[in-house]
């Protein structure tokens, strides 16, 4: 962790929250492609996006100082979707869920709305991998910690998943 991230969360710590929009800007794309993969929904995104920065901010006593943030909070933002997406399922009927979380019509952003669209050609697994990986540019290591898997699957789905978007795609 860089050394200004560093000077953040100690800052953090002290309860002083100067810097808050600074850190924002410098996580917030990893926390945003952790959540969006999982929900789909830009508005959905956005308010779990709020929930992950004040739970963060709110239990920043448990984090430690030398521990890698983004990777950190694009786990908060996988959990906190996965917690989302199994109560709207139980709140749901299953064909309103389907709509729900199928549709991208909500999203707004163009780039965004590219990305999910190739994302899409994935399977759950190989689209988490390259999410936290190449979006968030987290380490294997790291991305195996966070989704529980062996090191070696998560390269073969790494490499499995460029394969199927290189054909689809190009280079």
């Given at each position: 962790?860089?050394?200004?991230?560093?000077e953040?969360?100690?800052a953090?710590?002290?309860?002083?929250y100067?810097s808050?929009?600074q850190?924002?800007?410098?996580t917030?794309?990893?926390?945003y492609?952790?959540?969006?993969?999982?929900v789909?929904?830009d508005?959905v995104a956005?308010?779990?996006?709020?929930?992950?920065y004040?739970?963060?901010l709110?239990?920043?006593?448990?984090?430690?100082?030398?521990?890698n943030?983004?990777?950190?909070?694009?786990?908060?933002?996988?959990?906190?979707?996965?917690?989302?997406?199994h109560k709207?399922?139980?709140e749901?009927?299953?064909?309103e869920l389907?709509?729900t979380f199928?549709?991208?019509?909500?999203v707004?952003d163009?780039?965004v709305?590219?990305?999910l669209?190739l994302?899409?050609?994935?399977?759950?697994?190989q689209?988490?991998?390259v999410?936290?990986?190449?979006?968030n540019?987290?380490?294997?290591?790291?991305?195996?910690?966070?989704m529980d898997?062996?090191?070696?699957?998560?390269?073969?789905?790494?490499?499995?998943a460029?394969?199927i978007?290189?054909?689809?795609?190009g280079?």
């Amino acid at each position: 962790m860089g050394k200004q991230m560093n000077e953040i969360i100690k800052a953090f710590k002290q309860k002083n929250y100067e810097s808050f929009d600074q850190f924002y800007e410098m996580t917030n794309r990893q926390v945003y492609y952790a959540i969006i993969q999982i929900v789909k929904d830009d508005e959905v995104a956005a308010d779990l996006m709020q929930e992950v920065y004040m739970t963060f901010l709110e239990k920043i006593d448990q984090f430690r100082l030398d521990g890698n943030v983004y990777a950190y909070l694009s786990m908060m933002g996988r959990n906190t979707s996965i917690n989302y997406y199994h109560k709207q399922k139980r709140e749901v009927h299953s064909d309103e869920l389907l709509e729900t979380f199928e549709s991208e019509e909500k999203v707004v952003d163009k780039d965004v709305s590219d990305i999910l669209s190739l994302l899409n050609l994935l399977n759950k697994d190989q689209r988490e991998v390259v999410v936290l990986h190449t979006i968030n540019n987290l380490k294997f290591k790291e991305v195996a910690e966070i989704m529980d898997k062996p090191l070696g699957t998560v390269l073969w789905l790494h490499s499995e998943a460029i394969k199927i978007l290189k054909t689809k795609v190009g280079d």
